[in-house]
C-alpha cells in the first residue's frame, strides 16, 4: 500500500505539473488579440475593444449554447468561427471571379477555380500580425468582404425578414440581440475567431487552431502531427490494454469473503443529519424530471426552430435557455446526489454525528437551492437581453457550455462546496484517526472530497477578457477533471466502502483495488483532459500529449466486463443481499455504459485526426449523453438507492418498479443514442469529411428529410427513457409516503447522534 500510495502521488506531481506547464504554453502561444484590425490603405476594420465586447455579446445571448466557436457549444447552428470562414472565402472568391472573369465563382471552370482557390489560401493564410503595434494588416478586397459577412450576422442575430427562415432553422429567436451596436460588436469576435483558425503560427506551417475547421478552400486540412500522434495513440491503446489483461491473468485471486448471515445495515438507525439529506434525494428526482422536459423541448427545436407542436415557444424560453438548463442541470442532479451520499455516508463510517451536523446540512441544502434557482434565471434574464454586460457576466449567462452560471452564483456554489467539505470531513474524522483495514478507503474519500471542493475553484480563474484559449483551458479543468475525474475517485471509494461494510468484499481487497483503479483512471485522466484542446489556440505539444494520456484514459475500461460481473454476483452472494440487487444492478449498467459510452464512443471521437473531423458534431452528444447519464446519472441513481435503503420504511421498497425503472432507463438511453443521436453524427461526419465542417453544421445539411427523420426517431427513445424516470420518481413517491408513517426503530444504531 505505500507503494502504491508513493506511485500516485508521483503520478499526481508530474501530470499537473506538466499540465501546468502545457496550461503556461497555452498562455503564451495563443491566438494574439489585436489592438486593431486595419487596411492596407490605414483604415481600422475593428479594435480590441470591439472584439472583446463582441464576445460579451456573444455570451450574453447564450454562446455556447447558440452554435459553437472553435468547435465548442452547441451542435444545431453553426460554428461560428468555421462559418464566418467559409462565407468570407466565399465573398472575396467571388468578387475576385467577378473583377477578372466576369462571372461569380461557382460558374468558373475547375482550373480557374483552383488558380483563384490557391490565391486564396496563400492571402489567408499568411501572418500579418505586427507584435510591434498589435496590428492585423488586411487587403481592401478582405475589409470590402468583411463588411458583407458582417452585414448578413447583423441582420441574422436581428429582426431581419429576409432571414426569418434562417433563424428559424438555427433555433435562434427573432431580435436575438436587439441592440444594433451590440450586433456589430459582435461580428469583431466572430471574424477574431475565423482569423485564429486560417492564420499560420509564426514559422510553422500549422494554423493557430492547428488547421481546424476542414475548409478546403482555404487549405485547411489534418496536420502531419495530428495524423502521427493519432496512429501513436491507437499503438499505445493496444499496448497498455495487453499490459492490463496481462496484470490481471497473473494476479492471485482471493477467495470472495463469506458474507454475514445478516445484512450489516439492518441495526443502523438514521442519525438527525443522515435524514436531512432525504430532500436532497427528492430534489435529484425533480431536478432529473425537469432536465428530461427541457431536453425533450431542445430535441424539437430541431425540426420547428421557433416552436413547440405549433406553440410559439421561442420569444418566451429561446433554445439558448432550454439547452442550457437541460446541461447545467444534469450536473446539479447527478452533483446533488453524490454529495448527499457523502453527508449521509460520513456520520455511518465516522461512527457518531458531530455537533449541529443537521443544521450544516441544512443550511447547505437551502443554499444549494438558492445558486439552482437564481442561476437559473439569471440565465434567462441574460439571453433575454436584460442586463448589461457586466452584469451578465456577474449574474447572468457566462455563455460557457456547463459553466453556464453567472460568477455570482459560481461563487456561491464554491463556497457550498466547502460546507459540504466540512461537513463530511468533520463527520469522517473519528475514522480518520482510528487505525484499522478500512482506513486506507476512507483516507481516499476524504481526499476525493477536498480535491471536488477545490476544483471547482478552477471555474473561478477567468475575468470578463481572459482569453478564450485560457478560458477553455480552466474549463476543461472543471468539466474533465472535476466533474469526471475525482467525482469518479469519491464514488468509487464510496461504493467500496459500501460493499465492505456489507461485508460483501474484503477491506484489504478492496484498498488495493480502490487504490490501483485511482492510479490507473489519473494516470491517463489528468492530462487527458488536452483532449478537449487540440483546436482551441493550443500547440502541437497539446495534441502530443493529449492523444497519448487519452488513450490511456481508455484502458481501464478493457476489464470494465469483471467489474460488471463481479457485481452481478454479489447478489447472489447471500439471500439477504437481494435488498441490494438493483443498487448493484445500477453499478452494471454504470459498467456496461463506461465500456460503451465512455470507451467505445469516446475513443471514436478522442483521436486528433477523428476529432478534427467530428468536433462539434453529432458524435460528440453522442459520447455526451452515453457517458455522462450511462456513467455519472446511474451511479447517482445506485448511490440514491443505497442511501434510500436505511432512510425510509423497508416495507415500501419495491424490486418490482425498481426493475421497470432500470430497464426503460437503460433502453431507452441505448435507443436515444443509436436510433438518433448516433447515425445523425454519422452523416455529420461523411459530410465534414467530404465537405468541410461549414457544411456538416449548415441549415442546407441539417434540414435535410432525412436528418429531420432521424431527429424524430429520438421520440420512442425519450418515451421509454421518461417512463422510466416517472417510475423512480413514483418508487421514491412510495418511499416518502411510508416514511411519513414512520421509519422502522431498529437497535444497535450504527451512527448515532452526538451526545
Same mark, same amino acid.
Given at each position: 500500500?505505500?507503494?502504491?500510495?508513493?506511485?500516485?502521488?508521483?503520478?499526481?506531481?508530474?501530470?499537473?505539473?506538466?499540465?501546468?506547464?502545457?496550461?503556461?504554453?497555452?498562455?503564451?502561444?495563443?491566438?494574439?488579440?489585436?489592438?486593431?484590425?486595419?487596411?492596407?490603405?490605414?483604415?481600422?476594420?475593428?479594435?480590441?475593444?470591439?472584439?472583446?465586447?463582441?464576445?460579451?455579446?456573444?455570451?450574453?445571448?447564450?454562446?455556447?449554447?447558440?452554435?459553437?466557436?472553435?468547435?465548442?457549444?452547441?451542435?444545431?447552428?453553426?460554428?461560428?468561427?468555421?462559418?464566418?470562414?467559409?462565407?468570407?472565402?466565399?465573398?472575396?472568391?467571388?468578387?475576385?471571379?467577378?473583377?477578372?472573369?466576369?462571372?461569380?465563382?461557382?460558374?468558373?471552370?475547375?482550373?480557374?477555380?483552383?488558380?483563384?482557390?490557391?490565391?486564396?489560401?496563400?492571402?489567408?493564410?499568411?501572418?500579418?500580425?505586427?507584435?510591434?503595434?498589435?496590428?492585423?494588416?488586411?487587403?481592401?478586397?478582405?475589409?470590402?468582404?468583411?463588411?458583407?459577412?458582417?452585414?448578413?450576422?447583423?441582420?441574422?442575430?436581428?429582426?431581419?425578414?429576409?432571414?426569418?427562415?434562417?433563424?428559424?432553422?438555427?433555433?435562434?429567436?427573432?431580435?436575438?440581440?436587439?441592440?444594433?451596436?451590440?450586433?456589430?460588436?459582435?461580428?469583431?469576435?466572430?471574424?477574431?475567431?475565423?482569423?485564429?483558425?486560417?492564420?499560420?503560427?509564426?514559422?510553422?506551417?500549422?494554423?493557430?487552431?492547428?488547421?481546424?475547421?476542414?475548409?478546403?478552400?482555404?487549405?485547411?486540412?489534418?496536420?502531419?502531427?495530428?495524423?502521427?500522434?493519432?496512429?501513436?495513440?491507437?499503438?499505445?491503446?493496444?499496448?497498455?490494454?495487453?499490459?492490463?489483461?496481462?496484470?490481471?491473468?497473473?494476479?492471485?485471486?482471493?477467495?470472495?469473503?463469506?458474507?454475514?448471515?445478516?445484512?450489516?445495515?439492518?441495526?443502523?438507525?438514521?442519525?438527525?443529519?443522515?435524514?436531512?439529506?432525504?430532500?436532497?434525494?427528492?430534489?435529484?428526482?425533480?431536478?432529473?424530471?425537469?432536465?428530461?422536459?427541457?431536453?425533450?423541448?431542445?430535441?424539437?427545436?430541431?425540426?420547428?426552430?421557433?416552436?413547440?407542436?405549433?406553440?410559439?415557444?421561442?420569444?418566451?424560453?429561446?433554445?439558448?435557455?432550454?439547452?442550457?438548463?437541460?446541461?447545467?442541470?444534469?450536473?446539479?442532479?447527478?452533483?446533488?446526489?453524490?454529495?448527499?451520499?457523502?453527508?449521509?455516508?460520513?456520520?455511518?463510517?465516522?461512527?457518531?454525528?458531530?455537533?449541529?451536523?443537521?443544521?450544516?446540512?441544512?443550511?447547505?441544502?437551502?443554499?444549494?437551492?438558492?445558486?439552482?434557482?437564481?442561476?437559473?434565471?439569471?440565465?434567462?434574464?441574460?439571453?433575454?437581453?436584460?442586463?448589461?454586460?457586466?452584469?451578465?457576466?456577474?449574474?447572468?449567462?457566462?455563455? =460557457?457550455?456547463? *459553466?453556464? %452560471?453567472?460568477?455570482?452564483?459560481?461563487?456561491?456554489? /464554491? #463556497?457550498?462546496?466547502? +460546507?459540504? @467539505?466540512? $461537513?463530511?470531513?468533520?463527520?469522517?474524522?473519528?475514522?480518520?484517526?482510528?487505525?484499522?483495514?478500512?482506513?486506507?478507503?476512507?483516507?481516499?474519500?476524504?481526499?476525493?472530497?477536498?480535491?471536488?471542493?477545490?476544483?471547482?475553484?478552477?471555474?473561478?480563474?477567468?475575468?470578463?477578457?481572459?482569453?478564450?484559449?485560457?478560458?477553455?483551458?480552466?474549463? =476543461?479543468?472543471? *468539466?474533465? %477533471?472535476?466533474?469526471?475525474?475525482?467525482?469518479?475517485? /469519491? #464514488?468509487?471509494?464510496? +461504493?467500496? @466502502?459500501? $460493499?465492505?461494510?456489507?461485508?460483501?468484499?474484503?477491506?484489504?481487497?478492496?484498498?488495493?483495488?480502490?487504490?490501483?483503479?485511482?492510479?490507473?483512471?489519473?494516470?491517463?485522466?489528468?492530462?487527458?483532459?488536452?483532449?478537449?484542446?487540440?483546436?482551441?489556440?493550443?500547440?502541437?505539444?497539446?495534441?502530443?500529449?493529449?492523444?497519448?494520456?487519452?488513450?490511456?484514459?481508455? *484502458?481501464? %475500461?478493457?476489464?470494465?466486463?469483471?467489474?460488471?460481473?463481479?457485481?452481478?454476483?454479489?447478489?447472489?452472494?447471500?439471500?439477504?443481499?437481494?435488498?441490494?440487487?438493483?443498487?448493484?444492478?445500477?453499478?452494471?449498467?454504470?459498467?456496461?455504459?463506461?465500456?460503451?459510452?465512455?470507451?467505445?464512443?469516446?475513443?471514436?471521437?478522442?483521436?486528433?485526426?477523428?476529432?478534427?473531423?467530428?468536433?462539434?458534431?453529432?458524435?460528440?452528444?453522442?459520447?455526451?449523453?452515453?457517458?455522462?447519464?450511462? *456513467?455519472?446519472?446511474?451511479?447517482?441513481?445506485?448511490?440514491?438507492?443505497?442511501?434510500?435503503?436505511?432512510?425510509?420504511?423497508?416495507?415500501?421498497?419495491?424490486?418490482?418498479?425498481?426493475?421497470?425503472?432500470?430497464?426503460?432507463?437503460?433502453?431507452?438511453?441505448?435507443?436515444?443514442?443509436?436510433?438518433?443521436?448516433?447515425?445523425?453524427?454519422?452523416?455529420?461526419?461523411?459530410?465534414?469529411?467530404?465537405?468541410?465542417?461549414?457544411?456538416?453544421?449548415?441549415?442546407?445539411?441539417?434540414?435535410?428529410?432525412?436528418?429531420?427523420?432521424?431527429?424524430?426517431?429520438?421520440?420512442?427513445?425519450?418515451?421509454?427513457?421518461?417512463?422510466?424516470?416517472?417510475?423512480?420518481?413514483?418508487?421514491?413517491?412510495?418511499?416518502?409516503?411510508?416514511?411519513?408513517?414512520?421509519?422502522?426503530?431498529?437497535?444497535?444504531?450504527?451512527?448515532?447522534?452526538?451526545?
Amino acid at each position: 500500500m505505500r507503494k502504491m500510495w508513493a506511485i500516485l502521488a508521483l503520478i499526481l506531481i508530474v501530470s499537473f505539473s506538466w499540465l501546468g506547464l502545457l496550461g503556461n504554453e497555452i498562455h503564451r502561444q495563443a491566438p494574439p488579440v489585436p489592438s486593431a484590425v486595419v487596411t492596407r490603405s490605414g483604415e481600422t476594420v475593428f479594435t480590441r475593444d470591439d472584439i472583446q465586447t463582441g464576445r460579451q455579446v456573444y455570451q450574453s445571448m447564450g454562446g455556447q449554447q447558440v452554435g459553437s466557436i472553435w468547435g465548442h457549444g452547441g451542435y444545431l447552428a453553426p460554428d461560428w468561427s468555421a462559418d464566418w470562414l467559409h462565407r468570407e472565402s466565399l465573398v472575396i472568391l467571388d468578387g475576385w471571379a467577378e473583377a477578372e472573369y466576369g462571372r461569380a465563382y461557382g460558374a468558373l471552370a475547375a482550373e480557374d477555380q483552383a488558380r483563384l482557390q490557391t490565391r486564396l489560401q496563400a492571402a489567408q493564410r499568411e501572418n500579418t500580425y505586427d507584435p510591434t503595434t498589435g496590428h492585423i494588416t488586411i487587403s481592401d478586397d478582405r475589409a470590402a468582404a468583411i463588411a458583407m459577412v458582417s452585414r448578413h450576422y447583423v441582420d441574422l442575430f436581428g429582426d431581419a425578414h429576409a432571414l426569418e427562415g434562417l433563424r428559424e432553422d438555427y433555433a435562434i429567436a427573432n431580435n436575438a440581440i436587439p441592440d444594433p451596436a451590440r450586433r456589430e460588436a459582435m461580428t469583431a469576435f466572430f471574424f477574431w475567431a475565423a482569423w485564429a483558425t486560417t492564420t499560420q503560427r509564426p514559422d510553422e506551417e500549422v494554423t493557430y487552431t492547428n488547421n481546424w475547421p476542414h475548409e478546403p478552400l482555404v487549405g485547411n486540412a489534418p496536420s502531419g502531427p495530428n495524423i502521427m500522434w493519432s496512429i501513436a495513440s491507437v499503438i499505445l491503446l493496444i499496448a497498455g490494454i495487453a499490459a492490463l489483461v496481462w496484470w490481471h491473468a497473473g494476479r492471485k485471486e482471493e477467495e470472495a469473503p463469506v458474507p454475514p448471515k445478516e445484512d450489516p445495515f439492518t441495526g443502523l438507525k438514521p442519525t438527525a443529519s443522515m435524514k436531512a439529506t432525504r430532500k436532497y434525494f427528492w430534489t435529484v428526482i425533480a431536478l432529473f424530471l425537469a432536465q428530461i422536459f427541457l431536453g425533450a423541448v431542445t430535441a424539437h427545436y430541431a425540426v420547428e426552430g421557433h416552436d413547440f407542436y405549433g406553440i410559439p415557444i421561442s420569444d418566451i424560453i429561446p433554445y439558448a435557455v432550454t439547452r442550457t438548463w437541460h446541461t447545467q442541470l444534469a450536473i446539479f442532479w447527478i452533483a446533488t446526489a453524490w454529495l448527499a451520499t457523502g453527508l449521509y455516508l460520513a456520520p455511518v463510517l465516522g461512527g457518531k454525528e458531530p455537533k449541529f451536523q443537521a443544521l450544516g446540512v441544512n443550511v447547505l441544502y437551502v443554499a444549494l437551492l438558492i445558486v439552482v434557482v437564481g442561476s437559473m434565471a439569471g440565465e434567462w434574464l441574460g439571453v433575454q437581453q436584460v442586463f448589461d454586460l457586466d452584469m451578465n457576466f456577474w449574474f447572468g449567462h457566462q455563455g =460557457w457550455e456547463y *459553466v453556464d %452560471l453567472g460568477r455570482f452564483w459560481q461563487l456561491l456554489l /464554491f #463556497a457550498g462546496l466547502m +460546507i459540504w @467539505l466540512s $461537513l463530511v470531513g468533520r463527520a469522517l474524522w473519528p475514522a480518520l484517526k482510528q487505525p484499522g483495514e478500512g482506513r486506507p478507503l476512507t483516507v481516499i474519500l476524504f481526499l476525493s472530497t477536498i480535491a471536488i471542493g477545490l476544483f471547482y475553484g478552477a471555474g473561478l480563474t477567468w475575468g470578463k477578457h481572459t482569453h478564450l484559449s485560457m478560458i477553455e483551458y480552466w474549463r =476543461w479543468w472543471v *468539466v474533465h %477533471l472535476w466533474v469526471e475525474g475525482f467525482f469518479e475517485v /469519491f #464514488a468509487t471509494a464510496a +461504493i467500496a @466502502l459500501l $460493499l465492505v461494510k456489507l461485508g460483501l468484499v474484503r477491506a484489504r481487497t478492496a484498498n488495493h483495488g480502490v487504490l490501483f483503479a485511482t492510479i490507473i483512471f489519473l494516470t491517463g485522466g489528468v492530462l487527458g483532459t488536452l483532449h478537449h484542446l487540440y483546436f482551441t489556440g493550443a500547440t502541437t505539444s497539446v495534441i502530443a500529449v493529449g492523444a497519448v494520456f487519452s488513450a490511456l484514459e481508455v *484502458v481501464p %475500461l478493457a476489464l470494465i466486463g469483471h467489474e460488471a460481473l463481479e457485481n452481478y454476483r454479489m447478489t447472489k452472494a447471500a439471500k439477504w443481499v437481494q435488498n441490494y440487487k438493483w443498487p448493484l444492478y445500477f453499478f452494471v449498467g454504470v459498467c456496461f455504459w463506461n465500456l460503451v459510452g465512455a470507451g467505445l464512443l469516446g475513443f471514436l471521437i478522442n483521436p486528433p485526426i477523428s476529432l478534427y473531423y467530428v468536433q462539434g458534431l453529432n458524435l460528440t452528444a453522442t459520447h455526451g449523453h452515453a457517458a455522462l447519464f450511462g *456513467v455519472y446519472g446511474l451511479l447517482g441513481i445506485g448511490l440514491m438507492l443505497f442511501c434510500f435503503r436505511g432512510l425510509f420504511a423497508k416495507q415500501a421498497w419495491s424490486d418490482k418498479m425498481l426493475a421497470w425503472s432500470f430497464w426503460l432507463l437503460n433502453g431507452g438511453l441505448a435507443m436515444m443514442v443509436f436510433m438518433s443521436l448516433f447515425p445523425v453524427g454519422g452523416l455529420q461526419a461523411y459530410a465534414s469529411i467530404t465537405e468541410g465542417l461549414w457544411y456538416a453544421r449548415s441549415a442546407e445539411f441539417l434540414q435535410q428529410e432525412i436528418i429531420h427523420f432521424l431527429v424524430w426517431m429520438r421520440v420512442p427513445g425519450d418515451i421509454v427513457f421518461s417512463a422510466g424516470a416517472f417510475v423512480l420518481a413514483a418508487f421514491a413517491a412510495r418511499l416518502v409516503w411510508a416514511g411519513f408513517r414512520g421509519q422502522r426503530e431498529e437497535p444497535a444504531p450504527v451512527a448515532t447522534p452526538a451526545e
